[in-house]
C-alpha cells in the first residue's frame, strides 16, 4: 500500500502513465478533504449506479400500467405513489436516470469538444480568425440560453434528439471562450515554437499541445453547467418540447403531474426532487473541483 | 487647466464607451436576427407548406412562394427581413390573428413588472446574504448560504412555482393563484402603462392594487429566489477580494469598528462591479420568467412564447425570441456601458 503511495507521489516519475495517476491521485485527495465534494460524488454515484442497474433497483416496470392502482399515495408498496395510469413513480424516477444522464453526457460530448476546438483555434491563430470565430461566440454568448433552445425545438420539432441538439448549440461559446483564453496564456510560449521548430503542423500543435492544457479548467465549467443543462432538459420536457411520453423523463412527469398537483401532489413533487438532487450533485462537485484545479480561484472560495 | 484636461478626458472615456457601445450592440442585434431567420427560414419546416396546407395543388403552393418573397436569394430574404424588423414588423400570428408586435407590446408590461419586483427580492436579499457569508467565510453561516445558493442553481422554476402554489395558495391560502388579479376585478382599470400595480395606483383604485400584489408576490419571489442565488455569490466572492486587501487590515488595526470596516471599506468598492451583477441577473430573469409565467398563467410573454411553441405559430415564436434576446442584449451592453462610465480604474 505505501510503496503504491510512494509510487504515485514520485517527484520524478518514470513515464507519462506515472504521473498521469499521480496527479489523479493528488487531486482526489484534496476532492477528499471537501465535504461538498464528496456529498458531490457520492449523489453522482447513485445516478450512476440507479441508471446501470434500473432493472433489478426498480420494483415494477417503467410503463406497465394498472389502472386499478391510479393515483395511490406513497406507501410501502409505492414509495412515491402511483401516477394517472397507475405507474409506479419510484420505478419511473429510476428509469428516468438513464434519459438524464443520457442528455447530459450527449450535450457534453457535442458541446465540449466543439467549444474547445473553436476557442483554441481562435486563440492560437489570432487576427482575422479570431476576430471572426469570437464574433461569432460572442453573438451566441449574448442570447438568453433557454429562449434560443426553445426557438430551435420549435423550428425542429418536438423529441429528445432534438432537445440534445438545441441544448448543445447553445452550450459551446462559453466553453469557446474559455477555451481561447487558456490558449492565449501560453501561444507564444517557448514549448509551443520548439514544437513548431521541430516541424509539428498546426493541427498537431494545437490536438497534442493545446487543447489537453485546456481541459482541465473545461472540466470545471462542464461539471458547472451540468445542473443547467439538466434544468433546460427538463423545462423542455415540462413544456412538451422534449423527451416525450411515456418515456420516464422527469420533467415531462411533472408535467403530466401539474394536472392533479392539488389533490395528488406527489405525482408532480416525486420527479422534482430527483432533479434537485442531481443537479445539487453537480453543483456541490464543480464546486469542488473548481476548489482544487483551480488554484487562481482556490483561496477564494 | 488641469481639471478641464481630466473633464475632457473623462468625456472621451465616456463618449468612446458609448460609441463602441453603440456599433457592438448593433452588430449583435444583426447577428440575433440571423440566428432567428436561420431557425424561421432554414430550418426544415417549410414555411410555405405551414401557410397553403398539403393538398394545394402545385400551382397555388408556388404562388404562395412567390407572394411570400422565399423564391428570391437568401441575402435578399435576410435583408429584408432585418428591414422588416426594424420597422417593427414582426408578421403576423396565426393562433391571435393579430401583428406579433402589438402582441408582444400588449404582454410586454406584465413580464416586466414580475422581473422588476423579482430583482428588488433578489438584490435586496443576495446582497446582505453574500456580504455576511464573506464575512463569516469558512463557519456554518458561509455554509448554509453556500448551499442556499447552489439550490437556486438546482431546482426546477417551474417545480418551485407548482410547489408554491400547493402550499402557499392551496394549503395555507396565504397569496392569490395563478392570474394577474381576481377575475372580478378584471378590467376595472385602464391600462395606461400595462403595469397593473402602477395603473391601480394612478387610479387611485387600492382594492386592485392589493389584490394585483398579492397575485404578484409569489411568483416574483420564486424569480427573485434564482437571481438571489447568482447574487450572493458574486457578492460573496467580490468580499473576500476587498477584505483581503491590506487597507482592511489597516482599518482593522487602526481600531475601526467591524461593521464600519464591511459595509464602508470593503462594501463601497464592489458597488460597481455589483451593478453589472443586477444587470445581468435582470436580463436572466426576463429569460427565467418563461417558466414561471406557464406555470402561473402570467399573462406576459414567456406563456405568450409558450403558447405559440404549443400551436407551432412560428412568426410569435420568432418575434417574442428577437424581442426577449434584443432586451437581454440590451442590458447586457449597458451593464458592460455602464461599469466602464463608473469605475474610477477605468477613466
Redesign the interface.
Known sequence: MTTARTWLLADSPNSKLQANLGNGYRMMGALMRNP?AVVGMVILSMLLLAAIFAPWIAPHTPFGQNLGARLLPPSAAHWMGTDELGRDIFSRVIYGARITLMIVTLVAVISAPLGLLIGAIAGYFGGWTDKILM??T???L???????A????????PGIENAIIAIAITSWPAYARIARAETLTFRNSEFISATRLLGASHSRVIVRHVLPLCTSSMIVRVTLDM??II?TA??LG????GAQPPLPEW?AM?SRG?TF??DQ?WV??MP?LA??LV??G???LG?GLRDVLDPKQGG?? | MSTDGTKSRRLKTTLGALGGFVVVTL??FV??M???FF??RV???DPVLSVVGDRATQEQYDAAKVAMGLDRPLIVQFLSYVGDVFQGDLGRSVSTNRPVADDLARVFPATLEMATLGIAIGVGLGVPMGVWAAARKGTWVDQVI??FA??G???????LG??G??LFY?TLGWVAGPGRVDIFYEGLVEPRTGLMLVDAALAGDWQVFWNALDHLILPATILGFFSLAYIARMTR?FM??QLSQEYITTARVKGVSEWRVIWVHGFRPIRVPLITVIGLSY??L???S??IE??FSWPGIGNY??VA??N?D?NA??G??LV??AV??LI??LSDVLYRVLDPRSR
Open positions: 461538498l464574433g461569432v460572442d453573438v451566441f449574448s442570447m438568453p440560453k433557454l429562449i434560443l426553445l426557438a430551435f425545438v420549435a423550428a425542429l420539432g445542473a443547467g434544468l427538463a423545462g415540462f413544456l412538451g418540447l420533467g411533472i401539474r398537483i392539488l401532489w408532480a413533487t422534482g432533479i434537485i443537479s445539487l453537480f453543483c456541490f464546486d477564494k472560495s | 452588430l449583435t447577428g440575433l440571423a440566428i432567428t431557425i424561421g430550418i426544415p419546416i453556500r448551499v447552489l439550490l442553481y438546482s431546482v426546477p422554476a417551474f417545480w407548482l410547489v402554489l400547493v392551496a466572492s473576500l477580494d436580463a436572466a426576463l429569460e427565467g418563461v417558466m406557464t406555470v412564447l409558450t411553441l404549443l407551432a412560428m415564436v420568432l417574442a425570441t426577449i434576446g437581454f442584449i447586457n451592453k
